[in-house]
């Protein structure tokens, strides 16, 4: 291990999100500040430079601050938000909203692909996820979004898969069934795709007075998906 000092960095956060563009780029967004106060900023730090400075991606509108939502890489250089505790004036809700940002344009922005409320927002079709944070969300072949799990309002049922394409002139939300024995509901897991192939999923928390330690593997390459 190494700590990478970038120059600039974002506010101290936790409960944010991030993901990876390009091999070398870590994208970072909102979370919990040390006051309390949810975020809704951007940043960037490109890790292939020999002194890494981290870049707040300016835009003229942001989603509803937020923590605990997922960001998902498709497309080669687009990302995808789902998801989180978003703050709705002074109160804070679990979301179900999508939106996407193409970080290869020149002047990037965020727009809302599904989402009540929201400016622009869309009627995406089928069943779309019950509102939820601290889930998780894995890239499939082709730009398609995988979701399951999280904390889900009054709501304990079986780890059911939702998967959305933002491709889609139309993005609509399927359920897949898939075989074998699935996670157990549960919220903060860790998760990670090997090969390509594989989503693996670790641990995370029922509600109960207990933490998980199972490890679960998904296969990508079933047809149903």
């Not at 993005?171 to 919220?187: D, H």
Request: proline share 9%.
């Amino acid at each position: 291990w190494r700590e990478i000092s970038g120059l600039a960095p974002p506010l101290p956060r936790s409960w944010h999100s991030s993901c990876t563009l390009d091999g070398t780029k870590l994208i970072v967004s909102g979370g919990c500040a040390d006051s309390g106060v949810l975020l809704s900023d951007t940043f960037l730090l490109d890790m292939s430079m020999e002194n890494p400075v981290w870049r707040e991606i300016p835009v003229t509108w942001t989603p509803p601050s937020r923590l605990g939502h997922t960001l998902s890489v498709y497309g080669g250089r687009k990302i995808l938000m789902f998801g989180g505790l978003a703050k709705s004036g002074p109160l804070r809700f679990r979301s179900s909203d999508v939106f996407t940002m193409d970080l290869s344009e020149d002047e990037p922005c965020w727009r809302c692909v599904t989402g009540s409320g929201m400016p622009g927002a869309g009627n995406p079709g089928g069943i779309a996820p019950p509102p939820r944070l601290d889930h998780v969300a894995v890239s499939l072949p082709g730009g398609r979004i995988l979701i399951f799990g999280g904390s889900v309002a009054g709501l304990h049922s079986a780890s059911q898969l939702y998967i959305l394409d933002p491709t889609d002139e139309k993005p609509t939300w399927r359920i897949l069934n898939v075989p074998g024995r699935p996670p157990r509901f549960a919220w903060g897991h860790s998760t990670c795709v090997v090969g390509g192939t594989r989503a693996i999923v670790l641990g995370g928390q029922t509600g109960e007075e207990w933490m998980l330690s199972e490890l679960h593997e998904l296969s990508l390459a079933n047809s149903v998906i």
